[in-house]
């Protein structure tokens, strides 16, 4: 199975910072990389898939880049409602994996 | 609009059974894989199963083979998983996602049904 690591496994930033999220493969996985965002008591949303495309009705501060086995996860201008938990997941085999998980706090 | 939502969940003893269900709308459900994807009570995200469109490849992760089930009914737009043998690790909000084609992400849930292991 393809692992993936995600760091940090928490943070707290201001309103109006960049947050940066990595996620890294235990093998080469091209660009088959998906992003979530999972509010309290909610169910996971799409934000990024394939590394880099927007996920439709997501807002533009939300981009992905990376590719084989290093991905990042920017969110820029930080805003109240991004408080959440990140996962990233991968498609490129069965089973699809997820990262441990990023939670964002809001200073 | 495109909507799945789970049900079935319950408190069932360890060593028993439980059937889930994911009713689908707002799409066409028989062009879809679909997935059960499970969070225990304070963790991560972990895949379950996956049936593809026409039921002609189903996947389970490790821990559930031979004691999960999944299935569907393209007829009723509904996607099951049959949980026997229960143990308190299975205790977990279940989601049913959905999944285009290979390769792509889970770009639908549902709201996660609730399956307590308890004794």
Redesign the interface.
Known sequence: DIQMTQSPSSLSASVGDRVTITCRASQNITR?L?W?Q?KPG?????LI??ASSL?SGVPSRFSGSGSGTDFTLTINSLQPEDSAAY?C?Q??S????????TKVEIK | EVQLAESGGDLVNPGGSLRLSCAASGFTFSDYTM?WVRQAPGK????VS?ISSSSSYI?Y?DSMKGRFTISRDNAKNSLFLQMNSLRAEDTAVY?CAR?FAS??????????TLVTVSS
């Open positions: 088959y998906n979530y999972q909610k169910a996971p949303n799409l898939y394939a996920q996962y997941q498609s490129d069965i089973p699809p994996t997820f990262g441990q998980g | 997935n991560g995200l972990e895949w996956s996947y992760a989601y999944v390769g792509s992400p889970f770009d639908c849930w549902g709201q996660g």
